[in-house]
């Protein structure tokens, strides 16, 4: 099957390059399952067109003239520059470099939709830009992997907890809730974007580790009862924390067996987020993995969804 991106790059290759007499850029970037290389035979059926979004220098006005139909499929070319494209996308001004604040209010999804997809033609920096959000700066990337250690470890015990009352339609919601966070420490590690939610398993099968964690986790998901999910947990919990080792980033974490305040609820626990706070240099970084490690921008995306509604986000990291 021709790819979403295939087409597109033919569109650009035999049509709209033959348009164009300025420098520029030529690319698929953002939205779509095409960008993400996800689209299947069923993407067709809504927002398949051959479609090229043309990159110009400043103050340069372009109107080529491009066929409306490519191949039997609506066709069409998008007008921006560099740095409008990314302010409108992220909030972002190109000419600077991204604070850790900024970096912490990128939503990871956009991230991705401006790192993945593809650039046919490039004479004014386009990929230049990409290549500097290509992924973390090390201490933030380090904060968040802090972060989404401490979104497990506080709930390990509680799957034992909901379970030991009778609640295991509770304790699997919990369990589900950890493989979730797991698979997100899985893409931290191996310093790739995780996609949104339609996406997520498909991204974390691709990743190297995913067919030696997915099954674990699978086991997690199939427990039925509380002692089963505690003990599938244990042992994800521990494939994922061998990946941070294997990783050599920080010494290595010793991991051992707890019971907290003696209960019967066995927990994993390795101090991930110790190790990994010695090693950040940034003062802006280490300021805010003093407080309580939130992550980013993701934990709020449903309340604050709009690309303007990252001021709001920056102000909330900057209050002492």
């Not at 850029?25 to 809504?46: C, F, K, N, P, W």
């Not at 099954?215 to 999910?229: D, F, G, H, I, K």
Request: some cysteine; overall charge negative.
């Amino acid at each position: 099957m021709l790819t979403g991106l295939g087409i597109c790059r033919r569109f650009y290759e035999d049509v709209v390059r033959h348009a164009i007499n300025v420098p520029h850029g030529a690319a698929v970037l953002g939205r779509g399952s095409e960008v993400l290389g996800y689209d299947d035979a069923m993407s067709t059926d809504h927002n398949c067109e051959a479609r090229v979004q043309l990159f110009v220098p400043d103050g340069v006005e372009l109107q080529p003239d491009i066929p409306g139909e490519f191949e039997g499929r609506a066709a069409y070319v998008e007008m921006h520059t560099v740095g409008a494209y990314f302010q409108q996308q992220l909030g972002w001004d190109v000419e600077q470099e991204p604070t850790a604040g900024e970096w912490l209010t990128f939503p990871e999804q956009n991230l991705l939709m401006m790192t993945a997809g593809a650039v046919f033609h490039d004479d004014i920096g386009l990929q230049g830009v990409r290549d500097r959000l290509a992924y973390y700066p090390d201490d933030v990337w380090h904060y968040l992997m802090i972060a989404a250690w401490w979104r497990v470890h506080p709930e390990m015990n509680l799957v034992g907890r909901t379970g030991f009352v009778g609640d295991e339609v509770g304790s699997a919601l919990i369990g589900a809730q950890l493989v979730q966070d797991l698979m997100r420490l899985c893409f931290l590690i191996e310093r790739t974007y995780a996609p949104y939610s339609k996406w997520f398993g498909t991204a974390f099968g691709r990743l190297s580790c995913g067919p030696a964690i997915g099954p674990l986790l699978q086991a997690v998901l199939r427990s039925t009862t509380w002692q089963e999910r505690e003990a599938a947990l244990a042992g994800a919990y521990r494939a994922v924390g061998e990946l941070h080792n294997q990783l050599g980033i920080t010494a290595p974490v010793e991991l051992g067996v707890e019971r907290l305040w003696g209960r019967p609820f066995e927990v994993v626990w390795g101090d991930f987020p110790g190790v990994l706070a010695v090693g950040i240099e940034d003062p802006e970084v280490r300021r805010l993995a003093g407080r309580w490690p939130v992550g980013g921008i993701d934990q709020v995306r449903n309340v604050l969804h709009r690309t303007a509604d990252r001021r709001h986000l920056l102000g909330l990291l900057e209050s002492r």
